[in-house]
């Protein structure tokens, strides 16, 4: 049995959550340390023991963003095995994760941010771009078993999720659409595979 959570670390994970919901509702620059300590229920002492400033708590923001996307367990590409039933799996792994509450709210302090002052996020989406995601990976394997023509793997797969981002993921950050339903992501899914196997496959066995 995991012992609980430190105060410390208990008062960490309030100042965060403190952090991104006065961030959505103020913004950065209109958000205080002040107001993120009185949000979390802790002295200002305490939000700055952890955080100097209020950089070094967006940088945790987005740490946090990141985490959530790299903690996924990558699906190994399996020979011999249907290529669109991987990919199925794949994809719904990704889906679950951009239709996650918390996800979405980090994401939409990250981008607001991000957008508002973009140095303050260079290095993480560096970051971002440049990991070996799961779904890259998959494809590089694919191609390399003679399964999918020949390509740029990252480019290939931001082309397979950028159809999940775009019903799943951009309308719910940026215009607050409600997260689709069961029977909507399902028909999204099939769709996303379908149009990248017809593309690239050579063999859709």
Same mark, same amino acid.
């Given at each position: ?41 802790? $002295? ?23 985490? $959530? ?12 095995? $249907? ?14 994760? !951009? ?11 990250? !981008? ?26 998959? !494809? ?66």
């Amino acid at each position: 049995m995991s012992s609980p959570p430190r105060l410390t670390d208990r008062k960490r994970l309030a100042i965060v959550a403190a952090a991104i919901a006065e961030f959505r509702a103020n913004g950065f620059e209109a958000t205080s340390m002040d107001r993120i300590a009185a949000t979390a229920a802790v $002295s200002k002492r305490t939000v700055y023991n952890h955080f100097p400033s209020k950089d070094e708590l967006f940088a945790e923001i987005l740490t946090r963003l990141w985490e $959530s996307s790299a903690a996924q367990s990558a699906l190994p590409y399996q020979a011999g095995k $249907s290529l669109r039933d991987q990919l199925l799996a794949l994809l719904q792994q990704k889906m679950s994760l !951009i239709s996650d509450a918390n996800f979405l709210d980090l994401a939409r302090v990250a !981008i607001a941010e991000t957008i508002h002052s973009p140095q303050r996020a260079q290095e993480m989406v560096a970051r971002l771009s440049e990991k070996d995601t799961g779904v890259t990976g998959w !494809i590089r394997a694919a191609q390399e078993d003679g399964k999918l023509k020949p390509g740029d793997h990252v480019f290939l797969a931001q082309l397979l999720q950028g159809q999940l981002k775009t019903f799943a993921f951009w309308p719910q950050v940026t215009m607050g659409q409600p997260m689709l339903d069961a029977a909507r992501q399902k028909q999204v899914l099939e769709a996303a595979v379908d149009m990248f196997l017809a593309y690239c496959a050579r063999d859709q066995g």
